[in-house]
């Protein structure tokens, strides 16, 4: 069996042939000098050639330790290439994320946990995709987010998950909508018998919503942003279901009413990566920290 490399015995002979000693060698090599002998020794020993004769003037190379050399120079070129070239893919990976996130998830839950990632790692630039929980989960597939989140029961398959945290969604009419002064839970029948104002097709609270119901929703309206959707909402276009976190403000001043359903609308929030792939420091802290949070 053909012998392995050793780079650093290379670094040394290649020293050797620029110093002419051993001893300057060693201290450019940052070793004693009987260690650089017995580094010799056992290079010469392993494949059973002389590369370096020592005499009182020196130590020169020899015909087969100047080829040696040579080959070794266009070794460690490349050794020192492909080092620069890992540590530079290292250091982008853990200089900077990219997070695909659905809206309730982005508006309200990761610009603190951004915040507590910065306070901890201030070199990183994370790049944030708003996007509905589908969309976030093919851009994780497709490499395009390094970490997704989501807010939806329905789970992408084919992605490594983990859960940070739970909303809930809540029904909101109008404060001169007949079911605003509802004190009993509205039955599924009374829920489907009306015209809604939604999320569109793909988001989680879409999702949720028409699981929950157990079929199709009529729609009066289908937003793609919370703001819309809350702003029709409170218009009178129709009830919507939205998350409970974006329309506390709403609820407080009395924009909207919440009205209690016999539906259950409880939904985990969930955090997806390729599985395959380890995930890219600044990720995996980004993670850390969303687990944390919902611990708290």
Known sequence: MTPDLDLETLRLLVAVSETGSLSAAATQRGISQPAASARVREFESRWRLAVVHRSARGSRMTTDGQAVVSWARGVLHAADTMRASMGALTGRRSAGVTVAASLTVAEYLL????????????????????????????????????????????????????????????????????????????????????????????SGTRSTFDAALGSDPEVALEATSTAALVGAAAAGVGPGVVSGMSVRAELELGRLVAVPTELDLGRPLTCVWRGEERLAEAAAELLSIAIEASRG
């Open 111 to 202: 610009p603190r946990w951004l915040g507590e990632l910065h306070q901890r790692r201030p070199e990183v630039q994370p790049v944030l995709k708003v996007v509905n929980s589908d969309t976030v989960a093919d851009a994780v597939r497709a490499g395009e987010a390094d970490i997704g989140f989501i807010e939806s029961a329905r789970l992408p398959a084919g992605l490594a998950r983990a859960g940070v945290g739970h909303d809930r969604l809540v029904v909101v009419v109008a404060p001169g909508h007949s079911w605003a002064r509802r004190r009993t839970p509205l039955t599924r029948a009374e829920l489907r018998g009306a015209r809604w104002v939604l999320r569109e097709s793909g």
